[in-house]
């Protein structure tokens, strides 16, 4: 098992960036496939991007691509996501989630989910 804690959210204006992180305890974290999702208020938890567990393959949402990037450093156990060009759009909480072998776009096919933290993007 392993629990996750995200961290770097924050307040920016529009056009600004944040690099979140995803910091994991229990397990190696090279042994999860890890997602970052995000759901605003009213709204449904949507996919962000994805990252194999050996980080040769990444998949990113539409709205996302070209300004966000999702990567993971094993000697620390984290996988981050750094945004760029942020939107107002893009405020939402924004959790990271891990599965040993699922890497895709539904929330349900993960297994570990952390608490998330919240993104505000001001205009």
């Known amino acids: 098992q392993v629990q996750l804690v995200e961290s770097g959210g924050g307040l920016v204006q529009a056009g600004g960036s944040l690099r979140l992180s995803c910091a994991a305890s229990?397990?190696?974290?090279?042994?999860?496939?890890t997602g970052w999702f995000r759901q605003a208020p009213g709204k449904e938890r949507e996919f962000v991007a994805a990252?194999?567990?050996?980080?040769?393959?990444?998949y990113y949402a539409e709205l996302v691509k070209g300004r966000f990037t999702i990567s993971r450093d094993d000697a620390k156990n984290t996988v981050s996501l750094q945004m760029n060009s942020l939107k107002p759009e893009d405020t939402a909480a924004y959790f990271c989630?891990?599965?040993?072998?699922?890497?895709?776009?539904?929330?349900?096919?993960?297994?570990?989910w952390g608490q998330g933290t919240q993104v505000t993007v001001s205009s």
């Open positions: 229990g397990r190696t974290f090279s042994s999860y496939a």
């Open positions: 990252i194999t567990k050996s980080g040769g393959a990444t």
């Open positions: 989630a891990a599965h040993p072998t699922y890497w895709g776009t539904n929330s349900n096919g993960y297994f570990y």
